[in-house]
Each structure stands twice: as C-alpha cells, then as structure tokens.
C-alpha cells in the first residue's frame, strides 16, 4: 500500500508559479504510477497529470498541457507538479493517488487509483 501526502498549496496571482509534492511512502512497482487530481469548486473530480514510477513517463490533460510538468525524484519516493502560468480557473484542491498498474488508456480514470492523500489548496487570485 502506498500512502501518498500532498503539500506545496497556497495562494497566488494569476501568471505565477507554485510547486506540489507529493511523498509517497511504502512499496511501490515499477508499472504502477502516481497522479494528480483536481477538484474546482461545484465541479467533479478531474485528471491532472500523471507519471509511471519506472520509466518516469507523464502523461497529462488538456487543460494543463505546457503549463504543468510532472517529475519525480530518482528514489522515486515524491512527485513534483510544477505549475506555470497559473489561471484563476485553476484554483481547486489538488490531490495524489497512487495505482498498482499504469495504464495510458485509463490514466486519467480516478477509478483505477487505489490509495489517495488529504488534498491541498491551490488559490489563484486574478
């Protein structure tokens, strides 16, 4: 079981930069991976990025496509999202989740992660 805990979040301006981090303790497998999860206000839970523990492969949604980047570190104990360009809509409480196995065709499924953090805010002023 891998048990992931969030922090990084706070406020910002629109056009800024804040980083996540996600450590994520216990056994992990190669094919498996970590993501993150976004939830607006009044609005489902959604994909954001996500990144496979062995080849360190990313993967991520539209609506963060060259703004966002995910990394992780070569002990593969945290995963980072660097988050650029920031926009009030992005304003949402951001979570990790971890799964077993990774798979591109349901990356973005938060069905298929099994063990999740608390959450963190992120607050985009405009």
């Known amino acids: 079981q891998v048990q992931p805990v969030e922090s990084g979040g706070g406020l910002v301006q629109a056009g800024g930069s804040l980083r996540l981090a996600c450590v994520a303790s216990g056994r992990r497998f190669n094919a498996g991976g970590l993501g993150w999860f976004r939830q607006r206000p009044g609005r489902e839970r959604e994909f954001v990025a996500a990144?496979?523990?062995?080849?360190?492969?990313?993967y991520y949604s539209d609506s963060v496509k060259g703004r966002f980047t995910i990394s992780k570190d070569n002990a593969s104990t945290t995963v980072y999202l660097q988050m650029d360009s920031l926009k009030p809509e992005d304003t949402a409480v951001y979570y990790c989740?971890?799964?077993?196995?990774?798979?591109?065709?349901?990356?973005?499924?938060?069905?298929?992660?099994?063990?999740w953090g608390q959450g963190t805010q992120v607050t985009v002023s405009s």
């Open positions: 989740a971890s799964r077993l196995l990774m798979h591109s065709a349901t990356v973005g499924d938060l069905r298929t992660y099994r063990d």
């Open positions: 990144i496979t523990w062995g080849q360190g492969t990313p």
